[in-house]
């Protein structure tokens, strides 16, 4: 059965009004956290490394474990080689975050390109329910723009480029939350 378009838009409506003090709550601390990172871009950079080294690290000896206990299945020695050098990056991350800063720096700029593009496409969506819907827009430009600036500044950026684009980034997501939760908690159920 194929859902009705104006009874799906409803529940989206209603659905955001109910929760319009989360999008709020989350928008402010986006902000704060943002803030904090473009005040200490070098060490929220490194801060940034190496907490996503532990996430390897973790994640690794989990998928190593899981991978170890399905001896004799297919793909076992792949998902075992992949387990293991998920704890090996993982550690050089978390011991030598200043490599791993530029490394990480290329992959940024991937994911500001997708969450910009992510952005954008809900900004569209977004016009038929919130007159706010042009800052998440915005936040998605931003992003684009960040990933270009990246990019460009690649190697010698590196240092200070995740803490403070990653901040930037940040900011203007959780500007882009607090407008919508604005817009959401006048939003009247269609």
Known sequence: MIPDIEEVRREVAAAMHAHWRFFLADGVVMMILGLAAIVVPNLAS???????GWLFFVGGIFRTLTAWRRRGT???AWSLLT????????????WRPLQGVVTLTLALVLF?????VAAIVIAVEFRRH???????????????VLAYLIWQGWPSSAGWAIGLLA??????????LLMT????RTLKPL
């Open 112 to 116: 500001f390109v997708i969450g910009g």
């Open 130 to 144: 919130l007159a706010s819907w042009g800052w998440t827009l915005f936040s998605g430009i931003v992003d684009l």
């Open 74 to 76: 297919p793909a076992f």
């Open 83 to 94: 387990g293991l050098l998920a704890v090996v990056l993982g550690l050089v991350l978390i």
């Open 46 to 52: 490194l801060a940034i490394t190496i907490f996503i």
């Open 181 to 184: 939760a604005l817009a959401a």
């Open 167 to 176: 901040g930037i980034n940040m900011l203007f997501l959780g500007l882009s």
